[in-house]
């Protein structure tokens, strides 16, 4: 029921997944009503019904006292419950995270969740930005847990070995930063189950000089959101100024095959899914615009989460260090 | 001597204010063997000699020890001693910030300095994003501080009445981010000579949602460079993909009225210049990637906060409070 698109897309996104081969069994929560008439008997599609929705912009706290109504509340007590191995949604990321927060609870021996935000670089491979905006007042010592827990997530579901890791500063040098950073890059550069590469400039992050960039909640927050700002002004800015008269729209026929790279160079949807990592359950969470296809590659990147035994490593990896 | 094009374009860019009729008389300071043969006799420039450079990667506490050696040093000095008016730098932001702070001193009533990173914006204005990196320990009256000295620079300066500031957060809701964003919420809302919008998002910041933006250096430095790090992808990928190839060429002749549209719209030239916000006397960075034209209008915004009194205007406006 989450994200602008529900329920359509979203139910759309689920049948593509299964219509296209996917394993998992899934479960859509939500107002039966709506959702039964739209998945046509396709297989291993069920419904459990919820009567309540979190709006977008909606307060989580709001939005928590009444989760046993609510589908996201409902859709993560069935992950607690056992019937369901992991959850997935487009809905309001902090109803989302506040649920498996309280509903899962953390991993022994993590501190704070992070939300792994993911984006494409120019390398070709995708990169993880964390905290992406789940805790606010991190410390060095969460900054660490973020690497551990984003590099079993590297390896087990996008299959990269040893990822490296950055650590977001303003400066290459180890001595930049703030007092937490200072801490941060000491207790990176010390622990033997990270591949630390030391400090990254926001500008590394498209690049893909480490396959992961740990920073605040905060910071991370606000640096993907105007990441992302400057990608639609220049997308909105292409499509007007260049492709827009009459002349730019015969080039955008000439140009199609290299705007078609383009598109494919740029383009997030596989990557999109924010898994929250730290939290005692596969909880992912894809775009407010999400379409089917982005719902689909947030659906299969939950289901490598759970058969790669993600929450088991994050769990080892905690205690063992 | 400073930035990546030293000292051709920068002495190009003094030559190009003065041709184009700028009413500011201008000190070169460097290698006056280099420098002199470039000016060429031309009126109203003239040189003052330095034998050493900061180079762009060195730390600026090695450069500030020979302070009175290296060029930004001895051009900072000329301010303080009343031979300038302002320095103005394409070269190391580091080595310029320090050499201002060290040698010109803070405003009276400002407790850190702010650089203040200008941006376009999608409605045709610009924007001043401070502190871009001048200070990595700032507290919420340190913002407040910033937001009444780029209320001054945008009026005095950029011509914009009463601009609107807007305290950089992870929502817009004034219960978000973390203790310190709080507090300058509450600051900003309760100070008279601000005109305070309330919390922003990295998104709204290339759309003008406010004519300022203010956060620590910490997240500026970072969310700046990580912009510009997404601006360069693209530009390269629409380089490349779209107008690379031969139906590309073809494609780009055609758009080639389009193209010029995007690129004034997203020319961040005339905004580049960097003003330090809080030191005693002017001080403006340029990129490091200036050219002549970038240098002219750097100048420009040197020559506009002198002729403005911006100083005293800060001045006023930190003791008043």
């Known amino acids: ?34 959702l039964r008439p739209r998945i046509a008997g396709a297989s291993g599609v069920e419904v459990v019904d919820a009567r309540e929705v979190v709006e977008m912009g909606e307060h989580p706290g709001a939005a928590l006292r009444r989760r046993s109504e609510t589908s996201i509340g409902v859709a993560t007590q ?35 969740p992070a939300l792994c935000g993911m ?7 995708p990169a993880c930005l964390l905290d992406a905006g789940a805790t606010m007042d991190a410390d060095a010592g969460n900054l660490l847990q973020y690497a551990r827990m984003a590099s079993r997530f590297m ?30 890059h000491a207790l990176l550069l010390a622990a033997k189950d990270v591949n630390f590469y030391g400090n990254v400039e926001g500008r590394d992050i498209l690049r893909g000089t480490t ?42 026929l000439l140009a199609l095959p290299g705007i078609k790279t383009f598109r494919t160079r740029m383009d997030y949807e596989p990557y999109v899914s924010a898994p929250l990592l730290g939290v ?34 994050i769990g080892e990896a905690a205690t063992a260090a």
Chains 1, 2 share one sequence.
């Open 155 to 184: 390896e087990k579901v996008h299959g990269i070995g040893r990822p490296s890791v950055g650590l977001l500063n303003v400066g290459e040098e180890p001595e930049k930063g703030e007092r937490m950073q200072l801490e941060a």
């Open 211 to 252: 396959d992961i960039v740990v920073t605040d909640g905060f910071t991370g927050n606000t640096v993907a959101k105007a990441m992302e700002g400057v990608l639609d002004v220049v997308t909105e800015g292409i499509r007007a100024d260049i492709f827009g008269g009459l002349l730019g729209k015969l080039a955008a």
């Open 78 to 112: 069935l992950v607690k419950d056992g019937r369901a191995e992991g959850v997935v949604s487009a809905g309001n990321t902090g109803a989302t995270m506040a649920a498996a927060l309280l509903i899962l609870g953390r991993v022994r021996g993590i501190d704070r």
């Open 119 to 125: 984006l494409p670089t120019t390398k070709g491979t």
């Open 1 to 34: 029921m989450g994200g602008d698109r529900a329920p359509d897309e979203i139910v759309r996104g689920a049948t593509l997944y299964r219509a296209s081969g996917g394993a998992a069994e899934l479960v859509l929560v939500g107002r039966e009503e709506l």
């Open 280 to 313: 005692n359950g596969v909880s992912v969470v894809t775009h407010g615009r999400a379409r089917a296809r982005m719902m689909k590659l947030a659906i299969d990147v939950t289901e490598r989460s759970i058969a790669t035994g993600l929450i088991g490593a």
